[in-house]
């Protein structure tokens, strides 16, 4: 949805427009592994393995991300006390290094005005 629309008062200026209640709401997903997804506020680490992420690809949204040097290990985590474990980070996908990746692993959750 669209941030500014056309005044209706003055066709030279735009005005904030209003946020429907899905606009204003978070959500989280659980993407699989490797695909390019919109940029999540945090990451939630769901089970203990080591994982990379991807920051910057040149790849489509939705798209598989093949390049295996784009991503950057930035966990490892061997317990299952404390999970879910919550990164700050902002990647666009993800990856396991210790195992077979399993849609549910990771967490990405995004905060209000998503979009």
């Known amino acids: 949805m669209a ?3 056309a005044d209706p008062n003055n066709d030279k200026k735009m005005i904030p427009s209003a946020l429907n209640h899905f ?3 978070g959500r989280a997903e659980v993407p699989p592994a490797t695909i390019i997804n919109h940029r999540p506020n945090y990451v939630l680490i ?3 393995g080591s994982y990379a992420f991807c920051y910057e ?8 991300n093949g390049t295996l040097n784009t991503y950057v290990t930035s966990s ?3 317990s299952n006390n404390g999970l879910p474990l919550k ?3 902002n990647p666009v996908c993800w990856r396991i290094t ?3 990746a399993v849609k549910g ?7 209000g005005n998503v979009g």
Do not use: E, P
């Open 105 to 111: 692993n990771v967490t990405f959750v995004y905060t």
């Open 76 to 78: 490892v985590y061997h």
């Open 87 to 89: 990164l700050d980070i």
């Open 57 to 64: 690809t040149s790849s489509s949204l939705g798209a598989v």
């Open 98 to 100: 210790s195992g077979v």
């Open 3 to 5: 941030r500014y629309i």
């Open 23 to 25: 606009d204003r709401a």
């Open 46 to 48: 769901n089970q203990s």
